[in-house]
């Protein structure tokens, strides 16, 4: 029975261990400014990658808010929250453990494990399309919110699609692939904004017309990518189940991490819905909107992050993992800050100009919200750091004391101040988390061992 051996920090290469002096430290070289030119580039191309998704998203919501109304985009919002937790399970059981480990893997070894993630990713798609589906008939038996229950009966019908396009994006982000994820959004998001664009013209636009059009475009996409990888793939059930052991141990601590980050976004527009109504929610949606804008930056750079760091760490240890999280939290303070201030001074006027009169004045609840995503923003590198490191336990905690300052903010401030006190306690809760974040990445990034006892997995070895 063979093994792999996957390291917590493995060796460094054959022409670093060459260039390193007596002492053991390494000067600059050619090859880093080399390594920093490829992380410059990689994420430029995944700024302009997410710049094509996020922006599908804004023209969506803003088509929405526009021919539909508040209420409808309020609708529309929070059936989307079920769709974020889902890609939020996504990530933390199937992409983020694939992105980390397939880069300590060889040969058969690598397509053995990458054949258990597809039908992991399989399974998590078909759990996700019945849980939206009994959510859906439960809130059209009741009376609250009329349209919320069709609109995610739409949404099961097409989110293995959904959730399945997002998969296959990650799977050629994980490789550095990025050319191939971009043409594959490109295509996707032109399918959809000229669907949604003939919808309303002819008046048919609606949140569960625009969550069929969504599915349907992404539909083309998923097909050809899941028959181009899956057609000479066979399955095992014994591996697909070792790797799900191998997937929970480091996803148990990352899912609690995300959904105490999605919650601690998307609690208040439930928060909202509940105490002011489907209006007002949808109200908060126009203005996180435009705060969106930052998305291409913040998500290009941390879909490329993800590999990027753990690339670093497989090649030269924690020493090289924390100069990655220098240079995307160095990359993102700059990039966002300036955004975040021209969102702060512009940002009341940009609301009624794109969606309507109707939704003016929510300046300070715009400025709240760019100073949040800006806290937000700069904690990403240290929260991939210490992912890479899997120390997934301590994001989960710090993420959750995150998340218990935004409800609470939210509770006593949404009676008072509707949207702009949720947009409040949303500051709040990101100023805890990456308060915190910074102090855990480097006491777990100096405190790794110098030569590490290596971790065994005789399962992905058995081909």
């Known amino acids: 029975m063979s093994s792999v051996r996957i390291t917590d920090e493995p060796t460094l290469s054959n022409r670093e261990r060459s260039a390193a002096p007596p002492g053991g430290s390494l000067s600059p070289s050619p090859q880093r400014e080399g390594d920093l030119r490829t992380h410059l580039r990689q994420g430029a191309l995944g700024l302009v990658d997410q710049a094509v998704v996020s922006g599908t998203q804004f023209l969506t919501t803003v088509m929405i808010g526009r021919a539909c109304g508040k209420e409808e985009l309020g609708v529309f919002t929070l059936a989307f929250s079920f769709f974020v ?200 949606a126009a203005c996180m909107s435009i705060i969106a804008v930052s998305n291409p930056f913040v998500i290009g750079i941390s879909n490329t992050l993800y590999p990027q760091a753990s690339v670093a760490y497989a090649q030269g240890g924690s020493h090289a993992l924390q100069r990655v999280v220098s240079w995307a939290t160095r990359l993102l303070a700059l990039g966002i800050g300036t955004l975040c201030l021209g969102l702060a001074l512009g940002g009341a006027f940009l609301v009624p100009a794109l969606y309507g009169a109707q939704y003016g004045g929510q300046g300070p609840t715009i400025a709240l919200l760019a100073a949040g995503i800006l806290l937000r923003a700069v904690g990403i590198g240290p929260d991939i750091g210490l992912l890479t490191l899997e120390r997934a336990r301590e994001t989960c905690l710090l993420g959750g004391l995150g998340l218990l300052c935004t409800v609470a903010a939210s509770c006593l401030a949404v009676m008072w101040w509707g949207a702009t006190g949720c947009a409040a306690a949303f500051l709040l809760g990101n100023l805890v988390t990456t308060g915190l974040r910074y102090p855990a990445f480097r006491r777990a990034a100096e405190g790794v061992k110098a030569t590490p006892a290596e971790l065994v997995i005789p399962p992905l070895g058995e081909v």
């Open 85 to 284: 937790i889902a890609m939020g399970v996504q990530n933390s059981f199937v992409i983020l453990p694939y992105t980390i480990y397939t880069h300590r893997l060889k040969g058969a070894d690598r397509q053995t494990y990458a054949r258990s993630v597809v039908v992991h990713q399989g399974l998590l798609a078909l759990l996700a399309a019945v849980l939206c589906a009994v959510a859906g008939w439960g809130l059209q038996a009741s009376s609250w919110l009329p349209g919320l229950g069709s609109t995610l009966g739409a949404l099961a019908a097409v989110s293995p699609l959904l959730l399945f396009r997002q998969f296959f994006r990650h799977m050629y982000l994980a490789h550095l692939q990025v050319v191939a994820a971009s043409l594959l959004d490109m295509a996707t998001c032109i399918l959809q904004l000229l669907a949604l664009i003939w919808l309303a013209a002819w008046g048919w636009l609606s949140p569960a017309s625009s969550y069929v059009v969504m599915g349907s475009a992404a539909a083309l996409a998923a097909i050809i990518c899941c028959w181009g990888q899956i057609r000479h793939l066979q399955f095992s059930l014994q591996k697909v189940r070792e790797s799900w052991e191998l997937h929970w141990d480091l996803g148990k601590w990352t899912f609690a991490n995300t959904m105490a980050a999605l919650l601690q976004s998307y609690c208040m527009y439930w928060i909202l819905a509940i105490v002011c109504g489907a209006a007002e929610t949808g109200q908060f």
